[in-house]
């Protein structure tokens, strides 16, 4: 059986698209029409035809999910497109600090039971810190149906286009 037979009446990108919702399946029609076109005349898998068709769906989602996903995500990074805020925190501080000290060693005497003077020092001083410290936080989100909505049309293209040609390899043969 052709590909495009097997299509008939079933909308993989549909399904797929509902049943992943955060795969990047912008245009299910048009993405089924893609498939139907560019790889209508190839040969099914002779055992995808026994198949669920809703088996075959999970089983395309469950193989190609982070792949896509990941895909979506790198070129978001390279694009530098995302829902991103930066917070920054300026905190000043002053501590002063005032201490005096007097500190007298005693020893004791020779036949006596007093404690005598020996030697001593007396401390007096300032201690002050003054700093700033500055903090910054990111908070960012990348979600990769967000994400592909921000790329450029090309971009998307590029991934829409290898959608399509990986679920045309899960369910064609190569050779046909």
Do not use: C, H
Request: charged content about 25%; aromatic content about 8%.
């Amino acid at each position: 059986m052709l590909l495009n037979e097997y299509l008939k009446d079933f909308n993989l990108f549909a399904e797929l698209a509902v049943k992943f919702p955060m795969l990047p399946i912008s245009a299910p029609v048009a993405m089924d029409f893609m498939l139907e076109t560019g790889y209508g005349e190839r040969e099914v898998f002779r055992s995808l035809l026994s198949a669920p068709k809703a088996t075959v769906v999970e089983v395309i989602g469950a193989k190609y999910a982070d792949r896509w996903n990941s895909l979506v995500l790198r070129q978001a990074e390279l694009a530098n497109v995302s829902e991103r805020r930066e917070l920054k925190e300026t905190i000043n501080e002053t501590v002063d600090s005032t201490n005096s000290r007097t500190d007298t060693n005693k020893v004791s005497a020779f036949n006596s039971p007093d404690l005598v003077d020996n030697t001593g020092s007396t401390a007096t001083g300032e201690d002050g810190k003054t700093g700033e410290t500055i903090r910054t936080l990111t908070d960012e989100k990348i979600d990769p149906k967000t994400a592909f909505g921000l790329l450029n049309v090309a971009v998307q293209d590029t991934i829409i286009s290898t959608v399509v040609a990986d679920v045309s390899s899960f369910l064609t043969l190569s050779i046909y």
